[in-house]
């Protein structure tokens, strides 16, 4: 599933390096008046072309004023040095009391903000205990008023958002504190969740895969013939795809074995929550022969706080029950003994942030899976952009890893005009999965695995004539203009322009993916049932899952692990390139034959639609370092 992308790419490119400049300098700036401005708090797509008209100043909203650390450089060096395995203070990590005694807003600057907003009529809904945030809740009109700003509707690619027409000011008494304010305009539209079914047909709808399907890596032949340039080595034609891999392939792959992840915490953060949860993931663990969890094992969490407001049915929470499915039943099938926190935001919009200061926070886990993100960071405001970052820097600190998937759209140059990367995997201070496509054999070992780039083909049952329609997804990466190449890869040799992603990978593609189940809506009724799955919404949590087990073998927690993975490569197998194909069958109802078939020719390591992407020896902007191999847990589990 995955949102419309907003702007054209040359608009897009003429906006390019101003957030680029910006985002270092998102901070208040003095002006007129007593006042000063936040600078970087209008969007980049709130300009005077795309306005069509005012803002209702009755419009109920809620947002989030944040305020920054205090010694801000002082608290990134410490991050720094508690993540790199070179240094004396690696893994002396602080607790969250540590952290915010030492970084945290101070309770008067804290109070001077939240009096200035009931000042000005707005509702406090809450603080978190590091400070890092003041909810609240009002009208525009008030907000106008505050803020020393007008609110415009701006058409945006079929949208209209609201966004502030300039850059908020506040009083200069709170220029120090106040860092950022998020939600007031809506670049939380642009958020989207990065699995793949491969149908037009979400999850809560009901969906399944037609066969003929293999239960492993070309058990089944079509009778279709390879597209030009691409082969399988003897194979005589395009093998059907899998039915969906079990984790004990995925596993026995990667040479992961002897541990299960118990001790450990994973938490996994999505929108909302799927009420058949629990009951799915039992189902299918007890169709893995994998243990069944308990309620003290899956727990699921809102946390305080967040904006709360009445569904909008735009937001599809029924497609994010698929995702959250994926990420627990991911996680589970790695470490089956770890316990697994899901923490859910009561929308997919402004408050995926709060939820992860909330985990951060509270310490809830030590490892992190996201599985969304934004097209491109330069489409977000920096002020919405700095205050997650600053909440990375304190997982870094208390010892937690937070992952992210890289995205599904390769280098967004379909969408743009350019090549562009996704955000937040491209924080310097989070592990980005890319994706693979992998073929496992009846040996359960490894016997392709290469980029995950898809090119599709439509294929005639009759003529046996497949004739390719275009590219349709990959895995994200690139080289961002917005952040600066981080010292691990720059120690590891890289030399790139900017920070590069993704880091490492796993598997991704659907055409290769997990077997998940889940409580969906037939026309027969509602039951479980069973589907595969891609994205790198699997790579993601496959790879937190993963590194559980690594965490379980050290006796300890790894925390921000990138300075450790670019510290192995030997744990990684190196992805290169493999041009083959594999063939599905499709039911045009998404279900069942009744509406009929159609046969399908989808390519692997295909960036024919992703230009700047390549896979090859060695860190490549596909798989990064690459997949875990049999050596990982011995070299990176210590």
């Given at each position: 599933?995955?949102?419309?992308?907003?702007?054209?790419?040359?608009?897009?490119?003429?906006?390019?390096?101003?957030?680029?400049?910006?985002?270092?300098?998102?901070?208040?700036?003095?002006?007129?008046?007593?006042?000063?401005?936040?600078?970087?708090?209008?969007?980049?797509?709130?300009?005077?072309?795309?306005?069509?008209?005012?803002?209702?100043?009755?419009?109920?909203?809620?947002?989030?004023?944040?305020?920054?650390?205090?010694?801000?450089?002082?608290?990134?060096?410490?991050?720094?040095?508690?993540?790199?395995?070179?240094?004396?203070?690696?893994?002396?990590?602080?607790?969250?009391?540590?952290?915010?005694?030492?970084?945290?807003?101070?309770?008067?600057?804290?109070?001077?903000?939240?009096?200035?907003?009931?000042?000005?009529?707005?509702?406090?809904?809450?603080?978190?205990?590091?400070?890092?945030?003041?909810?609240?809740?009002?009208?525009?009109?008030?907000?106008?008023?505050?803020?020393?700003?007008?609110?415009?509707?701006?058409?945006?690619?079929?949208?209209?958002?609201?966004?502030?027409?300039?850059?908020?000011?506040?009083?200069?008494?709170?220029?120090?504190?106040?860092?950022?304010?998020?939600?007031?305009?809506?670049?939380?539209?642009?958020?989207?969740?990065?699995?793949?079914?491969?149908?037009?047909?979400?999850?809560?709808?009901?969906?399944?895969?037609?066969?003929?399907?293999?239960?492993?890596?070309?058990?089944?032949?079509?009778?279709?013939?390879?597209?030009?340039?691409?082969?399988?080595?003897?194979?005589?034609?395009?093998?059907?795809?899998?039915?969906?891999?079990?984790?004990?392939?995925?596993?026995?792959?990667?040479?992961?074995?002897?541990?299960?992840?118990?001790?450990?915490?994973?938490?996994?953060?999505?929108?909302?929550?799927?009420?058949?949860?629990?009951?799915?993931?039992?189902?299918?663990?007890?169709?893995?022969?994998?243990?069944?969890?308990?309620?003290?094992?899956?727990?699921?969490?809102?946390?305080?706080?967040?904006?709360?407001?009445?569904?909008?049915?735009?937001?599809?929470?029924?497609?994010?029950?698929?995702?959250?499915?994926?990420?627990?039943?991911?996680?589970?099938?790695?470490?089956?003994?770890?316990?697994?926190?899901?923490?859910?935001?009561?929308?997919?919009?402004?408050?995926?942030?709060?939820?992860?200061?909330?985990?951060?926070?509270?310490?809830?886990?030590?490892?992190?899976?996201?599985?969304?993100?934004?097209?491109?960071?330069?489409?977000?405001?920096?002020?919405?952009?700095?205050?997650?970052?600053?909440?990375?820097?304190?997982?870094?600190?208390?010892?937690?890893?937070?992952?992210?998937?890289?995205?599904?759209?390769?280098?967004?140059?379909?969408?743009?005009?350019?090549?562009?990367?996704?955000?937040?995997?491209?924080?310097?201070?989070?592990?980005?999965?890319?994706?693979?496509?992998?073929?496992?054999?009846?040996?359960?070992?490894?016997?392709?695995?290469?980029?995950?780039?898809?090119?599709?083909?439509?294929?005639?049952?009759?003529?046996?004539?497949?004739?390719?329609?275009?590219?349709?997804?990959?895995?994200?990466?690139?080289?961002?203009?917005?952040?600066?190449?981080?010292?691990?890869?720059?120690?590891?040799?890289?030399?790139?322009?900017?920070?590069?992603?993704?880091?490492?990978?796993?598997?991704?593609?659907?055409?290769?993916?997990?077997?998940?189940?889940?409580?969906?809506?037939?026309?027969?009724?509602?039951?479980?049932?069973?589907?595969?799955?891609?994205?790198?919404?699997?790579?993601?949590?496959?790879?937190?899952?993963?590194?559980?087990?690594?965490?379980?073998?050290?006796?300890?927690?790894?925390?921000?692990?990138?300075?450790?993975?670019?510290?192995?490569?030997?744990?990684?197998?190196?992805?290169?390139?493999?041009?083959?194909?594999?063939?599905?069958?499709?039911?045009?109802?998404?279900?069942?034959?009744?509406?009929?078939?159609?046969?399908?020719?989808?390519?692997?390591?295909?960036?024919?639609?992703?230009?700047?992407?390549?896979?090859?020896?060695?860190?490549?902007?596909?798989?990064?370092?690459?997949t875990p191999n049999a050596s990982f847990l011995s070299l990176i589990g210590h």
């Open positions: 599933m995955q949102a419309r992308r907003p702007f054209n790419g040359l608009t897009s490119r003429l906006l390019y390096w101003t957030c680029a400049v910006a985002i270092a300098s998102a901070s208040a700036a003095p002006s007129s008046g007593g006042r000063s401005t936040l600078q970087g708090s209008t969007p980049s797509w709130a300009t005077t072309r795309n306005l069509s008209g005012a803002a209702d100043p009755a419009t109920v909203v809620g947002f989030r004023v944040y305020l920054g650390w205090i010694d801000p450089n002082g608290a990134a060096a410490l991050a720094k040095s508690v993540s790199d395995p070179h240094s004396s203070s690696y893994g002396h990590y602080l607790t969250p009391n540590q952290f915010r005694s030492r970084f945290a807003p101070s309770a008067a600057d804290t109070a001077k903000v939240q009096n200035w907003l009931k000042s000005q009529g707005f509702d406090l809904t809450y603080t978190p205990q590091n400070n890092h945030y003041i909810s609240v809740e009002g009208t525009l009109a008030q907000a106008q008023a505050a803020f020393g700003v007008q609110f415009g509707i701006y058409s945006v690619h079929g949208q209209s958002l609201r966004s502030p027409v300039n850059d908020l000011s506040i009083p200069s008494s709170l220029a120090t504190t106040v860092k950022a304010v998020v939600g007031l305009d809506q670049s939380y539209q642009f958020v989207q969740t990065y699995h793949r079914l491969d149908t037009n047909a979400p999850p809560a709808a009901g969906f399944r895969n037609a066969p003929p399907l293999s239960t492993f890596w070309a058990q089944v032949l079509s009778p279709y013939a390879f597209p030009a340039g691409f082969t399988s080595g003897s194979l005589p034609s395009v093998p059907w795809t899998v039915k969906g891999y079990t984790p004990d392939q995925i596993k026995a792959a990667y040479g992961i074995s002897g541990y299960d992840g118990a001790g450990q915490t994973v938490a996994i953060i999505d929108a909302y929550a799927s009420p058949t949860i629990l009951q799915d993931v039992n189902q299918w663990s007890v169709n893995r022969g994998l243990p069944t969890m308990n309620p003290s094992q899956l727990v699921q969490v809102v946390p305080p706080g967040i904006y709360k407001r009445p569904e909008n049915p735009q937001q599809d929470p029924q497609g994010w029950y698929g995702e959250e499915t994926l990420d627990v039943e991911a996680v589970h099938g790695m470490a089956p003994a770890a316990k697994i926190v899901y923490v859910g935001a009561p929308n997919n919009r402004q408050d995926l942030d709060a939820a992860m200061n909330h985990v951060v926070d509270q310490r809830l886990a030590q490892i992190v899976t996201n599985s969304y993100g934004f097209g491109t960071t330069e489409l977000l405001p920096p002020g919405y952009v700095k205050p997650m970052e600053d909440t990375l820097i304190q997982a870094a600190i208390e010892g937690i890893g937070v992952y992210f998937s890289s995205g599904d759209n390769g280098d967004e140059s379909s969408s743009f005009g350019f090549a562009t990367t996704d955000w937040p995997a491209s924080s310097p201070w989070v592990t980005a999965v890319g994706g693979t496509s992998l073929g496992i054999d009846s040996s359960n070992q490894r016997a392709v695995e290469t980029g995950w780039g898809t090119s599709n083909y439509n294929c005639n049952s009759t003529t046996l004539a497949c004739t390719r329609t275009g590219w349709l997804y990959g895995a994200g990466g690139g080289v961002s203009v917005v952040f600066a190449e981080p010292w691990y890869q720059q120690m590891a040799g890289l030399t790139l322009s900017g920070r590069g992603l993704p880091d490492v990978a796993a598997l991704a593609d659907p055409q290769t993916g997990l077997l998940v189940g889940q409580t969906q809506a037939f026309p027969n009724g509602n039951y479980y049932d069973e589907y595969r799955i891609g994205g790198t919404s699997l790579a993601s949590p496959i790879f937190a899952g993963i590194m559980a087990v690594a965490d379980q073998k050290a006796g300890h927690p790894h925390g921000f692990a990138n300075p450790l993975i670019y510290d192995n490569p030997a744990a990684f197998y190196d992805i290169l390139p493999v041009k083959t194909a594999v063939a599905r069958r499709n039911y045009n109802n998404g279900v069942d034959a009744s509406s009929g078939t159609a046969d399908r020719l989808r390519t692997f390591d295909d960036y024919s639609g992703s230009p700047s992407q390549h896979t090859n020896q060695g860190w490549d902007n596909v798989t990064g370092l690459g």
